[in-house]
């Protein structure tokens, strides 16, 4: 396989895992969601975190310009954005926002790394 295949499989589960952690924070924010879902969503949250360095890391390793690792680093800031506001207690009122721009970040990397 080569690298950029690989790359769009993980950053593809990282896209299916980011859409099961978004709905389960809203099942949260909402009051429906148990404690097994929160765990769930906690756990989702970390691997999404791993996924995107993992494809970050494989993306620069494989040679890129200094503008998309301005990306990946935006990118980055929009997850640790995501964990200040859960920290802050603010994910009720700003969650779902930041949980979409998270999901648009998803897409953009998966379309970027599209094997031609």
């Not at 690989?6 to 950053?11: N, Y």
């Not at 949980?99 to 599209?114: Q, V």
């Given at each position: 396989?080569?690298?950029?295949?690989?790359?769009?499989?993980?950053?593809?589960?990282?896209?299916?895992?980011?859409?099961?952690?978004?709905?389960?924070?809203?099942?949260?924010?909402?009051g429906t969601g148990h404690f097994a879902e929160a765990r769930m969503h906690r756990i989702n949250g970390y691997i999404t975190i791993v996924a995107y360095l993992t494809v970050a890391v494989l993306s620069i390793a494989s040679g890129t310009r200094f503008l998309f690792i301005l990306g990946w680093v935006l990118g980055f800031l929009i997850h640790m954005l995501k964990?200040?506001?859960v920290k802050k207690k603010l994910a009720a009122r700003y969650g779902g926002?930041?949980?979409?721009?998270?999901?648009?970040?998803?897409?953009?990397?998966?379309?970027?790394?599209?094997?031609k």
């Open positions: 396989m080569t690298l950029k295949l690989i790359i769009t499989i993980v950053a593809s589960l990282g896209f299916m895992i980011a859409i099961m952690s978004f709905i389960a924070g809203f099942r949260m924010v909402k964990l200040l506001l926002y930041v949980g979409a721009m998270l999901i648009i970040t998803w897409l953009i990397i998966i379309f970027t790394h599209l094997p």
